[in-house]
């Protein structure tokens, strides 16, 4: 019922949409938008929808330089007040879970592969989306997975955030095909004078399914210390998590050992048996983050910034056993899946990134970026199996990822012919980036005690390279009073090289990929009156295979991965009609959108012999085509409360996959497309009596949605599916005085269980004290 309610809120407030009468006229600009060039407005402190076409997302106060495109796409924003708020934040993806459309998949606090669902493209899409932190990338474009393709969070802290901007959407030439689902722009601060934080964070879970019922604990500790002088700034952060996480996965088994009591009955997501025998990925993780930020003002319209962060993780998974043997003794019962979730992991990820850019506020700006990141040490360890009770095989394998990284490097330029304040403006560049995947697995007679290269010989290795330049230009311009055209394109060249794979004896060297392509870009909006725009914007996108689905072989853990070398990279035709209202405390959105995707890449991951394993394929076309509706009010019936509701309906489709017919002769085409879900909703309300006090709840749905090519996947709430769920959280925030502020929340009120492929967090209490001086 209440998920019907939610939908209902949706449907009155378009209705009020309709209904709203046209005369009344958009909220001024704020004093200080008349510094900034024409076309960008700085945002309130609340989230906002940007006018489409018309505005682009301002640069918060005490951040950096950002250079200023107009963005042809929507764009949802939420600044450092609105997240401070109504958010129980830990890590900083949190910051985003309540914007529209939009999923984090965040399994525990502390997760190091948090990756993000954007409305169009579901988990096992990361390669789908972009995420930059002040122009530069933290996306790992590495893999396209839900592991190594996670976006590097760590590479900002919470504290660091001044807002943050979604783009809907590949319409922007600016950004290379990946953007087909979204481009999120996240700009930090940099202080005015000396300042110094201090942060502490606390969150408890328990969790409660099958055998397992547990309390599972959570320590984070944070601060910040930066100065202006004169012409320098700097700021630093350090984070230090040491978190215990609920089961990330149940270990099944096609029946009951034989000898032994304890085993759960259960199906697979396909309904084939896949009796529960006990629990693994029982995580403890210590994770740190350190963050470090310079700029120097060069001149008055020049600076250079440096930025670097090291991210340091420490990961043990341990195992529950339910079984159980004659004697009254745990074991394991022979079941190797018991030995696959045992591992220890040890990752040092190092990060640079050098700016020089330009705000002349003259005719021409630019700036250039180059970025390198390095998985300096990256080792996990596991066991080969188990014998007998609950003793581990002392052999195992050591997975490697040390000397996998990526350089990008970008060289940007803004021409406005007629000033700042003209009706045309010309932005351009170019881009470069390598990824490269160095993944030997090998094997070792003892791996928890045995050199990092286990005794020299490989279990599989998966290597290679893939190579990325680009060239875009894009054009803005004011034609007429109230009508603005954006057209540009983008071209790029991709090679994919010095592939190789190694499994047991056969070892492969892959053949070289290459693919040029050209992606253009148009969008056409139309400002009515002062509060009504409507906007129609277009473009196509390609997405080449990252260099992991390509060539990783993942055999450690608990999922086998298959890559694939002869895949073809994805092209996708999107389209977006948005109309937009602004009246005073109230804006709203109504946005139909469509995206055929040819060649789309889509991974699959089935139980076979015991065992998840995963595999990479095309599928020939498929189409996602939607309506997404978000409103926002402030000052609801009384003074400081406010309301925003986000309704998203996606019919998404697989037009044609004839090559795709499993074993017992079922068919993709006519089917969902694996991960994306129906509906989604999100509804948030806020109360701020005074400038101290936020008491906030929210309410997140997510329907039904497949994550088989034939959508066979019908069984819920079991290891692997993915489940609807309706998720409730709620969040006080507290100014105790200049200095002192307390946060208090609980995630997950109702404790909703539900399962996206991993078992997610029951409800969760969280309370937090942050001094600022």
């Known amino acids: 019922m209440l998920r019907f309610r939610l939908l209902g809120s949706s449907a009155f407030a378009l209705l009020g949409f309709m209904a709203a009468a046209p005369a009344q006229t958009a909220a001024p600009a704020a004093a200080s938008d008349q510094n900034l060039p024409a076309g960008v407005i700085s945002l309130p402190p609340m989230t906002v929808t940007a006018t489409p076409g018309i505005d682009s997302p301002a640069t918060p106060p005490q951040s950096p330089v950002i250079l200023k495109f107009s963005l042809p796409q929507t764009v949802e924003s939420i600044d450092r007040k609105k ?72 590479m900002v802290s919470p504290e660091q955030i001044a807002g943050i901007d979604m783009l809907y959407g590949p319409f922007a030439a600016e950004y290379p095909g990946n953007s087909m689902g979204g481009v999120m722009l996240i700009t930090t601060r940099m202080p005015d004078g000396p300042e110094v934080t201090v942060d502490q964070t606390a969150a408890v ?15 984070n500790t944070a601060a910040t210390v930066g100065d202006k002088q004169g012409r320098l700034t700097w700021f630093l952060s350090a984070n230090l998590e040491d978190s215990y996480s609920q089961p990330i996965s149940f270990i099944t088994n096609s029946r009951a050992p034989a000898g032994t009591t304890g085993t759960i009955s259960a199906l697979s997501k396909v309904g084939a048996v896949a009796d529960v025998v006990g629990a693994g990925g029982l995580l403890h993780t210590t994770m740190t983050n350190l963050v470090g930020k310079a700029a120097v003002d060069l001149t008055d319209w020049l600076r250079a910034t440096y930025t670097v962060g090291l991210w ?33 992991w040890q990752q040092d990820h190092l990060m640079n990134a050098l700016s020089l850019k330009t705000d002349t506020k003259g005719n021409w700006d630019g700036e250039v970026i180059i970025t390198r990141y390095d998985f300096l040490n990256d080792i996990q360890r596991s066991s080969a199996g188990v014998l007998t009770g609950e003793t581990l095989k002392t052999n195992g394998y050591i997975a490697r990822l040390d000397g996998t990284g990526w350089t990008t490097m970008d060289a940007k330029g803004i021409w406005r012919p007629a000033g700042v304040d003209g009706d045309d403006e010309v932005s351009f560049g170019v881009h470069r980036d390598q990824y490269t995947l160095d993944n030997p697995t090998y094997n070792t007679p003892n791996w928890q005690n045995s050199p990092d290269n286990g005794n020299g010989t490989y279990y ?12 875009w230009a894009q054009d803005a311009w004011k034609f007429a009073p109230g009508f603005k055209l954006t057209f540009g394109g983008r071209a790029e060249d991709w090679r994919a090289y ?72 994805e092209s996708v035709q999107s389209f977006e009609l948005a109309i937009t209202r602004e009246i005073d405390n109230i804006k709203m959105r109504l946005s139909l959108f469509q995206k055929d995707t040819t060649n789309a890449l889509v991974q699959q991951t089935n139980l076979i012999n015991n065992v998840y394993t995963s595999v990479w394929e095309n599928v020939a076309r498929t189409r996602n085509r939607g309506v997404e509706f978000v409103f926002q009010e402030k000052d609801v019936f009384i003074p400081g409360l406010e309301l925003s509701n986000s309704v998203t309906y996606v019919d998404s ?26 509906w ?41 599916s993915f ?32 399962f996206e492929y991993h078992p997610f967090p029951g409800r969760t209490y969280l309370a937090n004290l942050k001094l600022r001086f």
Do not use: C
């Open 653 to 678: 489709r697989i037009m044609s996959d004839p090559t795709f017919q499993s074993a017992t002769g079922t068919t993709a085409t006519g089917k969902h497309v694996p991960y994306v879900p129906d």
């Open 460 to 471: 599989t290795y998966g290597k290679g390279k893939t190579e990325t330049y680009g060239l």
């Open 312 to 344: 340091d993780s420490h990961t043990q998974s341990r195992v529950q056993t339910y079984l159980y043997d004659a004697s009254g003794n745990p074991t394991y019962g022979g079941i190797s899946g018991f030995g696959s979730n045992t591992y220890n």
């Open 83 to 154: 997240i401070a708020d109504t958010i129980n934040i830990v890590d900083t993806e949190d910051a985003v879970k309540y914007l529209p459309s939009i999923f984090v998949r965040k399994r525990n606090e502390g997760d190091n592969q948090p990756t993000l669902e954007t409305r169009t493209w579901g988990v096992n899409s990361s390669a789908r989306s972009l995420v930059y932190v002040d122009d530069v990338p933290i996306s790992a474009l590495v893999s396209n997975n839900n592991t190594t393709g996670a976006p590097r969070w760590g």
């Open 205 to 219: 879970q328990h969790f409660n399914y099958y055998k397992t019922d547990k309390v599972f604990p959570t320590s």
């Open 498 to 569: 010095d592939g190789y794979n190694l499994s047991g004896t056969t070892a492969v060297s892959q053949p070289q990929e290459h693919a040029a392509n050209f992606s253009p870009k148009a969008s056409l909006s139309w400002q009515i009156d002062p509060a009504w725009v409507t906007v129609f914007s277009y473009g196509q996108a390609y997405r080449y295979p990252t260099v992991s689905e390509l060539y990783q072989i993942v055999s450690t853990g608990s999922t086998y991965a298959v890559p694939n070398a002869n895949l073809t990279p």
């Open 680 to 720: 989604r909703d999100t509804v948030q309300v806020t109360y701020r009596p005074n400038d101290d006090l936020a008491i906030a709840a929210a309410v997140r749905y997510s329907g039904k949605m497949y994550s088989t090519l034939d959508n066979t996947d019908t069984v819920s709430h079991v290891m692997g």
């Open 723 to 754: 489940d609807q769920f309706l998720v409730a959280d709620v969040h006080v925030h507290y100014q105790l005085s200049n200095y002192l502020t307390a946060n208090a929340g609980i995630d997950n009120v109702f404790n909703e269980k539900y």
